[in-house]
């Protein structure tokens, strides 16, 4: 039993990234699920992990729902692939399908799946185990203005480590939803009539998830991002639009181990620990109520709880900037980079990619390039591959 939930500590950790061994300098923000903090398509992938602003395309489901109404197609699908610490293993990856329709003029119906699989594990008698991850949500999105929209997501959400043959754990479940908003318009800049837009998206709003019954209540990543872009033309076949987005976590953050550390050296009887107390830590957790904390109060609770104060809430707040140059809108190129402070994560890297776009379909492809000490997509290639249903029916018709 305890070699079991040592595995499935370590299997949460894995999809976590921070190392628990650097608890007297690290502090991230924990939760369970952290599958859905990975970029699922290789557009946004190639700008540093920014999309919330962007122009409008099928995978805009993950990162603003309320971009569908002005696409300019009526509907389209996507699929993308991201693999997974493939230095390492061969058996780990993420697949995301999306697509959306558009009703009328002013609004759409939009809906994804991502499906994230951790491989085939060994444990103990000689078994074989699937652990996965995944999220199935539907959205309804639509203009209030000429400029201005607005939607509303909701989500499904599993995570089965295949622990159900142990009677103390079981798949985790949650429900969530997801609040965004979308403004663009087009503005003069000299002579040159340059599209800005904004947005803002809210997701993973909902319930916590547990993988022993309920005896043990994780947060899920519930995200506030924030963004714009500027998409300038340069002359009649070549477009130049620049990027950014912003997070934070609304996840409270956890009571630091140098914090238990200084508790504990309080007690004389106290006997320092040669190593981590890992056990000793997780009790102190429990009594001192991060675990008790409902979700919603974990959103208000998250923007100045952090132990550090003013300036390790700062550091929570992480990002990406993207740069696409565009030609005659069928040939794209892409740069970025994402940062996340070195306590908090550091999950920092520089992005490259590029896009070929037909009226049927358009292939995307990203390229990661870490810039901290280690990342489970470094050097990595993801694709996203999506279609036209108004370029389909157009072809079929021929």
Excluded at 167 to 193: H, P, Q, V, W
Excluded at 234 to 248: A, G, P, Q, V
Excluded at 346 to 354: E, F, K, P, Q, W
Aim: aromatic share 14%.
């Amino acid at each position: 039993m305890a070699k079991n939930k040592i595995l499935l500590t370590l299997l949460v950790v894995l999809t976590a990234l921070p190392l628990w061994a650097q608890k007297d300098q690290l502090n991230p923000v924990y939760t369970g699920v952290t599958s859905l903090t990975i970029a699922p398509d290789a557009r946004a992938g190639s700008l540093g992990d920014v999309g919330v602003a962007t122009e409008p395309d099928a995978n805009s489901q993950y990162w603003n729902p309320a971009k569908y109404p002005f696409n300019i197609a009526r509907a389209g699908v996507s699929m993308s692939y991201t693999p997974w610490l493939r230095q390492i293993v061969s058996d780990i990856d993420l697949v995301n399908l999306a697509g959306f329709y558009r009703i009328g003029n002013y609004s759409a119906v939009s809906a994804s799946l991502t499906y994230f699989s951790l491989g085939e594990v060994f444990v103990e008698n000689e078994m074989t185990i699937k652990p996965y991850e995944m999220a199935f949500d539907v959205a309804y999105s639509r203009m209030l203005s000429e400029t201005f929209s607005a939607a509303i997501a909701m989500r499904y959400i599993r995570s089965d480590l295949q622990y159900n043959y142990q009677e103390d754990m079981s798949a985790g479940n949650a429900f969530a939803a997801d609040i965004a908003l979308y403004y663009n318009k087009y503005l003069l800049a000299g002579n040159r009539e340059c599209l800005l837009g904004l947005g803002l998206n809210i997701s993973n709003i909902g319930t916590k998830i547990s993988y022993d019954g309920g005896a043990t209540q994780n947060f899920i990543p519930t995200n506030l991002r924030l963004g714009a872009s500027f998409l300038m033309p340069i002359d009649d076949y070549n477009t130049l639009s620049f990027s950014l987005d912003l997070n934070k976590l609304m996840v409270p953050t956890r009571p630091s181990y140098s914090q238990y550390i200084k508790e504990m050296e309080k007690n004389p009887e106290y006997i320092p620990v040669d190593g981590t107390d890992f056990s000793g830590y997780q009790s102190w957790l429990d009594e001192s109520g991060y675990n008790d904390v409902s979700s919603i109060s974990g959103i208000f609770k998250s923007f100045a709880d952090a132990p550090g104060g003013a300036v390790e809430e700062l550091r929570e707040i992480y990002g990406g900037i993207g740069i696409e140059y565009c030609y005659n809108q069928q040939f794209s190129v892409r740069a970025g980079y994402h940062y996340e402070d070195k306590y908090k994560g550091n999950r920092s890297y520089a992005t490259l990619g590029a896009g070929f776009r037909m009226s049927v379909f358009s292939l995307d492809a990203a390229y990661l390039i870490s810039t901290a000490q280690s990342n489970p997509l470094d050097q990595t290639l993801r694709f996203s591959l999506s279609f036209d249903l108004d370029g389909l029916k157009d072809l079929f018709r021929r």
